[in-house]
C-alpha cells in the first residue's frame, strides 16, 4: 500500500487548511488510516484516525473541536480539516495506514506517506 499526502501549506492565524491521503495499492477492507503530526524538535504525535469503509472517527482531544477528519471510500482517500489553526500546529502533517486497527501510536501502523508541511503564521 502507498500512501500521498498533499494539502500543506502556508495558513494565517484562524484559517483553514485540508489535507489529503490517498491510498492505492492492495487495500484491506479493515483498513485504517490517521493523521500524524510532528512538530520541530518533538516526536509524532497522533491527530485523528478513521476506517476507510464503515463510519468510525477518533480525534485526540488537542485537537478535538478543531480538526475533523473524514474519509471518502469511493476515492480511498482521507481528509483532515483542520479550522482555527494556532502557530503551535506547525509542523509535518503525516498519513499513516494500517490494514485492520486503529491506535494513537505511531508504531502501530503499516504504511507512511511522505508528510506534508504546514506552517501557521500570524
Known amino acids: 500500500v502507498q500512501l500521498q499526502a498533499s494539502g500543506g501549506g502556508l495558513a494565517q492565524v484562524g484559517g483553514s487548511l485540508r489535507l489529503s491521503c490517498v491510498a492505492s495499492g492492495r487495500i484491506m477492507s479493515g483498513f485504517h488510516m490517521a493523521w500524524f503530526r510532528q512538530a520541530p524538535g518533538k516526536g509524532r504525535e497522533f491527530l485523528a484516525a478513521?476506517?476507510?469503509?464503515?463510519?468510525?472517527?477518533v480525534h485526540a482531544t488537542l485537537v478535538k473541536g478543531r480538526f475533523t477528519i473524514s474519509r471518502d471510500s469511493a476515492k480511498n482517500t482521507a481528509y483532515l480539516q483542520m479550522n482555527s489553526l494556532k502557530p503551535d500546529d506547525t509542523g509535518i502533517y503525516y498519513c499513516?495506514?494500517?490494514?485492520?486497527?486503529?491506535?494513537?501510536?505511531?508504531?502501530?501502523?503499516?504504511?507512511w506517506g511522505q508528510g506534508t508541511l504546514v506552517t501557521v503564521s500570524s
Open positions: 499513516a495506514g494500517s490494514d485492520s486497527i486503529w491506535s494513537t501510536r505511531d508504531n502501530a501502523y503499516d504504511y
Open positions: 478513521c476506517s476507510l469503509s464503515g463510519n468510525f472517527t
